[in-house]
């Protein structure tokens, strides 16, 4: 774990690092302009930046020129910071660190960062999120908070993407083609067919199919659920396009390169099957393969479709 704490201020520039945690913190000049409310807190500055580190609610905290006091401000309490030419005021953001070991080199970069939850009442995860970006025309800080989202129901997986959180479920429906299973997630939950971003998310979804239906049924039949994926136009028939990059897809949180597509073996193979589906295969190991996007039970005898992977960005509920 890396944390990292960046100060820009007019008399001085240091960058430390202490493998305590996953944050960068940036320090600036710099003075709340727009604001619900905030917490005062009798701390001198590296006392409120240690806390501020430690508190997974702080976004940023300010500091007036005092020694003995700072303002901390929670995700969504605040909304720019304008910046200052005056040492005297200081004031420092938390951002989700990128892998880096390195810190900023400077301090106008974008990013955000979040707080994952849980929902003991409705039995979900939630999400709390925040952007920051810096617009130079006028010397400002803008932080825009998504607010609280959850996804849809209990025992829905909540994953952390590259581009945002998104939430899966692995539903059970017999009988459907590819186009079907697009429709009813759309439907059903206002979503889409989903991807599979990486291997951990490629595991949820398996521990999701052995708590229903689909590990029993291979006792009968190879059992599969539809997933993001079509093959692209100019692929259809087309045997020199290979593997991902032969496949569009409507998931708009996958990444352009996503781990989580673990094929069986020499998949995928076909060149008139040409949508993506998550299989249990005969012993009863996973994998995706393709298949032919107008497949049902009664085409292909020896697999038993059971359902679909439907996805969505979490919302205020």
């Not at 009968?220 to 087309?238: F, H, L, Q, T």
Request: glycine share 6%; hydrophobic share 35%; charged share 20%.
């Amino acid at each position: 774990m890396f944390s990292c704490i960046t100060s820009f201020i007019i008399v001085f520039s240091i960058c430390l690092i202490d493998i305590t945690d996953s944050s960068t913190v940036i320090v600036t000049n710099g003075s709340p302009v727009s604001y619900s409310s905030y917490s005062s807190l009798t701390f001198d500055w590296d006392a409120c930046l240690a806390y501020c580190v430690n508190d997974e609610m702080c976004m940023v905290i300010f500091n007036n020129g005092s020694d003995t006091t700072c303002q901390l401000f929670k995700i969504g309490d605040l909304q720019s910071v304008k910046r200052r030419y005056s040492s005297e005021v200081k004031v420092a953001f938390k951002l989700n660190r990128d892998n880096s070991s390195t810190c900023p080199a400077n301090d106008t970069l974008s990013g955000g960062g979040y707080v994952l939850g849980y929902n003991d009442t409705l039995r979900r995860q939630s999400y709390h999120g925040y952007s920051i970006s810096y617009d130079p025309d006028n010397l400002m800080w803008n932080f825009n908070s998504t607010g609280v989202t959850m996804c849809s129901s209990a025992g829905v997986k909540m994953s952390i993407r590259p581009k945002g959180p998104w939430c899966f479920f692995l539903f059970n429906a017999a009988l459907v083609t590819q186009e079907e299973a697009v429709s009813n997630c759309s439907a059903r939950w206002s979503g889409v067919l989903s991807g599979i971003e990486t291997p951990e998310e490629f595991q949820a979804v398996t521990e999701i199919a052995k708590n229903n239906v689909y590990e029993s049924l291979v006792k009968y039949y190879e059992s599969a659920a539809w997933i993001d994926g079509v093959r692209k136009p100019e692929c259809v028939g087309n045997p020199t396009c290979s593997g991902l990059s032969a496949f569009t897809f409507s998931d708009p949180t996958l990444s352009s390169e996503p781990t989580g597509f673990l094929w069986n073996s020499n998949q995928p193979d076909g060149t008139t099957k040409d949508c993506l589906m998550f299989k249990i295969n005969s012993d009863k190991s996973y994998g995706i393969d393709d298949e032919l996007c107008t497949m049902r039970n009664s085409t292909i005898s020896k697999i038993r479709l059971a359902g679909y992977l439907c996805g969505e960005v979490p919302k205020i509920r």
